[in-house]
DNA sequence: CTGTTAGCGCTTTCAG
DNA sequence: CTGAAAGCGCTAACAG
């Protein structure tokens, strides 16, 4: 390993000293131009690489966030992912990307190890069954954050999320509309704030219009080919007529069941996504969705906690990305 | 901002010097049990929190590694990342995600800025137009690095990918047993070497087979609904009989368009793809499709980028995963 | 087994 | 406009 390229080596070959080729690295006004033009000489020259690491030894902000999501494996997180890029890197800031695959012990070790390499706040996905000790547990490591699609308190801390209790809502009275009357909600168990909104609304909104609304089936969201006891429900004596799906994933997986079985969504049985994911578009019958915006939610997330990094004091703000539903073939569209 | 607590306050409250808490700090067995728990319980008291980025300054290594990619926003690279972070996890190593976007500037500028982090390596999935620069740019910047899925040269630098041309040949001998006889390729032009390979191994394998290989149809991937002339091409008088597909999302989306059409796929035509995304096992049809393991390729990745921080020196070395087809009913599976 | 002493590469007063 | 000097929090010899 040959000897490394400090500020300081540039400074000597530029025939200044090591203070004033650190302000011609920050661009401060105070450096006469043929000074500035020397350093950066010399920089070029020397192929100088700045060293954040000493720099933020001295100052407060390491230019880096923390990611931690559930899983991120999923296409949607990656959505989310391309919204969050999309405001840091004009920021200048770098996201370090964990992930704690639902499990609260592992996000917790993770949150710490963040924390030691010093980022300046945490965009955080909850795990399912994170206690509602987390967020006091991040609170004390003084690192700001924001929660985004799930949160442990009702009330504490920044949160950015999809409207899904209005969205479900859209849904199922688009559902209604169109003449169905037993409907069914496919996907997941009541595990964290995400699922429990949908369920909220689903149920709400079958309320509302005095239909039957017990029909939830849990699915291993895990695994796209569980889809729990819909197939024993569909070929029981009364079946229902249409379903919500926790997201689109689930949806092209019933769509997919329903096709091999001969029957065709939007026609013989209606079928709601959530998300809107690009393939959603494409498929056959393409997806009647709830629009979750990952993006959306991703690129709000990003500006809140860049703003709380800089604003550590202000209070919590809960941003709803409110929902809209994407129609299409599987339900309402023209089945071509 | 209170005072932060530092090494050094722990080492007061427990009553010993820095450098023993340092000690205490990497489980040295040269300090005794007592002091040990007396530096650990003065850390807990006072809620001491590890700063790497001082420690970084002394020693050579981060614990931090960038992964460039092209396209966060795609279902395939989030399988990657799964792989990747699976093994750095145990190495107590964390990654900093930039996306180039597919843009060879964004794709410098990002990586200088991981540089300028004092990542230890780098996992590149290298831009499409990348010049052949990159890689002696990479170089000079003293950064081990291995790239993934596609690569700039032929020769130099690391490398794990998938065996395309190996594959995408299996996937036409598989239609060519099947009595497929006009097999188009479709999506992609050849700007990188993922997609020379598969369109090499295209050719090459039909050329064997004696078979018509100019069917090649290019499509802008990013856009899932561009089938480019696909359309036309069905509709001529003598339309191909099957097509492989650039990936599993596109083979999605072109079964969707047959299906729209009336033609199902499987038995009118023939549709493989590339990937086996969960999601290619659960629709309809199911899709037969190249796997290329991208959770593999991930893995294999970052251990051979953790190698290459520890042994520098090493020269080049390229692992391809090779490919089989998983054979479902869009081509030679049962359709129910 | 524990303490002392130098730095790592940078920023930041404070004087020229 | 430029330089000198004092750290940021930690590690790594080297002495005790």
Same mark, same amino acid.
């Given at each position: 390993?040959?000897?490394?390229?400090?500020?300081?080596?540039?400074?000597?070959?530029?025939?200044?000293?090591?203070?004033?080729?650190? @302000?011609?690295?920050?661009?401060?006004?105070?450096? +006469?131009?043929?000074?500035?033009?020397?350093?950066?000489?010399?920089? &070029?020259?020397?192929?100088?690489?700045?060293?954040?690491?000493?720099?933020?030894?001295?100052?407060?902000?390491?230019?880096? /966030?923390?990611? %931690?999501?559930? &899983?991120?494996?999923?296409? *949607?997180?990656?959505?989310?992912?391309?919204?969050?890029?999309?405001?840091?890197?004009?920021?200048?800031? !770098?996201?370090?990307? !964990?992930?704690?695959?639902?499990?609260?012990?592992?996000?917790?070790?993770? /949150?710490?190890?963040?924390?030691?390499?010093?980022?300046?706040?945490?965009?955080?996905?909850?795990?399912?069954?994170?206690?509602?000790?987390?967020?006091?547990? /991040?609170?004390?490591?003084?690192?700001?954050? %924001?929660? #985004? @699609?799930?949160?442990?308190?009702?009330?504490?801390?920044?949160? !950015?999320?999809? &409207?899904?209790?209005?969205?479900?809502?859209?849904?199922?009275?688009? @559902? %209604?509309?169109?003449?169905?009357?037993? /409907?069914? *909600?496919?996907?997941?168990?009541?595990?964290?704030?995400?699922?429990?909104?949908?369920?909220?609304?689903?149920?709400?909104?079958?309320?509302?219009?005095?239909?039957?609304?017990?029909?939830?089936?849990?699915?291993?969201?895990?695994?796209? +080919?569980?889809?729990?006891? *819909?197939?024993?429900?569909?070929?029981?004596?009364?079946?229902?007529?249409? #379903?919500?799906?926790?997201?689109?994933?689930?949806?092209?997986?019933?769509?997919?069941?329903?096709?091999?079985?001969?029957?065709?969504?939007?026609?013989? *049985?209606?079928?709601?996504?959530?998300?809107?994911?690009?393939?959603?578009? !494409?498929?056959?019958?393409?997806?009647?969705?709830?629009?979750?915006?990952?993006?959306?939610?991703?690129?709000?997330?990003?500006?809140?906690?860049?703003?709380?990094?800089?604003?550590?004091?202000?209070?919590?703000?809960?941003?709803?990305? +409110?929902?809209?539903?994407?129609?299409?073939?599987?339900?309402?569209?023209?089945?071509?």
């Amino acid at each position: 390993m040959k000897k490394a390229i400090t500020l300081n080596s540039v400074a000597v070959e530029a025939g200044v000293s090591r203070a004033t080729a650190s @302000l011609v690295l920050r661009d401060s006004p105070l450096v +006469s131009l043929e000074t500035r033009d020397r350093v950066i000489c010399a920089m &070029d020259k020397l192929g100088y690489i700045y060293n954040r690491g000493a720099a933020n030894l001295r100052g407060q902000k390491t230019g880096t /966030i923390g990611l %931690v999501l559930c &899983d991120i494996g999923s296409p *949607f997180y990656s959505q989310l992912m391309l919204g969050i890029d999309e405001v840091i890197v004009d920021a200048n800031i !770098v996201a370090i990307l !964990v992930n704690s695959a639902e499990n609260p012990d592992r996000q917790l070790r993770q /949150i710490r190890r963040l924390r030691e390499h010093g980022v300046d706040g945490l965009i955080l996905c909850p795990a399912a069954g994170s206690s509602d000790t987390l967020l006091s547990e /991040i609170e004390r490591l003084h690192l700001p954050f %924001v929660q #985004v @699609l799930r949160h442990v308190s009702q009330r504490n801390g920044n949160y !950015v999320g999809p &409207d899904y209790i209005d969205g479900t809502s859209l849904a199922v009275t688009h @559902l %209604v509309r169109h003449g169905r009357r037993k /409907i069914a *909600f496919l996907g997941g168990k009541p595990v964290h704030s995400a699922a429990r909104e949908r369920l909220d609304g689903f149920r709400k909104t079958l309320k509302k219009h005095k239909l039957k609304h017990d029909l939830i089936i849990p699915t291993h969201l895990g695994n796209l +080919s569980d889809l729990g006891s *819909f197939p024993e429900l569909l070929a029981s004596s009364s079946p229902p007529d249409a #379903v919500v799906c926790y997201n689109d994933m689930l949806a092209q997986s019933v769509m997919g069941y329903l096709l091999a079985r001969g029957k065709i969504p939007g026609r013989d *049985f209606a079928v709601i996504g959530a998300d809107d994911l690009p393939q959603s578009a !494409v498929s056959f019958p393409t997806l009647t969705t709830i629009v979750t915006d990952p993006m959306g939610v991703g690129r709000n997330a990003a500006r809140l906690l860049l703003d709380r990094i800089d604003n550590p004091t202000t209070s919590s703000t809960r941003i709803l990305v +409110s929902g809209q539903l994407m129609i299409r073939q599987s339900c309402g569209g023209q089945l071509s």
